[in-house]
């Protein structure tokens, strides 16, 4: 029996712009919800507009709206998450990062409802020329979609490997074995680090959970 489809328009990236999802009811497909992305110059997400399906108006109706910032190295600056409540759009979270003279994430400031988080991240002289090191190889492996809600793939990976995502505070919340169609959709909203280990290196990427 039929349960949900999707139905998805792309840009010259191959990025999603307009997904709509609709449920089988009555025997018949009926909107539920769509989201509508932007992107900048760098195809790096600007915008995510969530919205609902209203039958009895016959429209979309505001539900979520994300708004990203990134430096001049595309590493994110502010994420704000907004809904929609009585006409007019209220902040219910928002982080800030900072980063050092090597793009290290070095603080991460935010809310959500009644949660407040305040982070601070050191690195040793060590630390860092690894870091310098790994972002001279970053372009070995891309993250696709990146941000992403459901499903992503780590291209670039042609060998036995081990994935581990960790949250901003260091915890282990993830792990694959491969790069293809890796579900996290149990992660929250936020930035994540993704660890990929194969027998000859070790490489950080940054991942955002939408």
């Known amino acids: 029996m039929n349960d949900t489809f999707i139905t ?18 009555s025997n018949s497909w009926l909107n539920s919800d769509k989201k509508t992305k932007t992107y900048n110059t760098d195809f790096l997400i600007l915008e995510i507009l969530n919205e609902d399906w209203v039958s009895s108006e016959s429209d979309w109706e505001n ?13 994110i600056l502010e994420l704000t998450i907004e809904l929609w409540y009585n006409g007019t759009w209220d902040v219910v979270e928002n982080d800030t990062y900072e ?69 901003i505070n260091g915890k282990r919340v993830l792990e694959a ?8 959709s149990s992660l929250r909203t936020g930035m994540y680090f993704v660890k990929i280990v194969t027998e000859d290196s070790v490489t950080i990427k940054k991942f955002l959970k939408n």
């Not at 792309?10 to 009811?25: A, C, F, M």
């Not at 979520?64 to 990134?70: E, F």
């Open 8 to 25: 998805n328009t792309y840009n010259s990236n191959n990025d999603i712009l307009v997904s709509i999802k609709q449920v089988w009811q």
């Open 177 to 184: 074995k491969t790069g293809q169609n890796i579900d996290i």
């Open 99 to 167: 980063y050092d003279e090597h793009q290290n994430l070095i603080h991460n400031e935010g809310y959500w409802s009644f949660e407040y988080w305040d982070v601070y991240y050191y690195y040793s002289e060590y630390d860092i020329i690894l870091a310098n090191y790994d972002n001279l190889n970053q372009n070995n492996y891309s993250i696709i979609p990146n941000p992403s809600n459901d499903n992503i793939i780590i291209n670039g990976i042609n060998k036995n490997v081990e994935i581990l995502f960790y949250d």
């Open 63 to 75: 539900d979520y709206l994300y708004t990203y910032s990134y430096n001049e190295f595309n590493n």
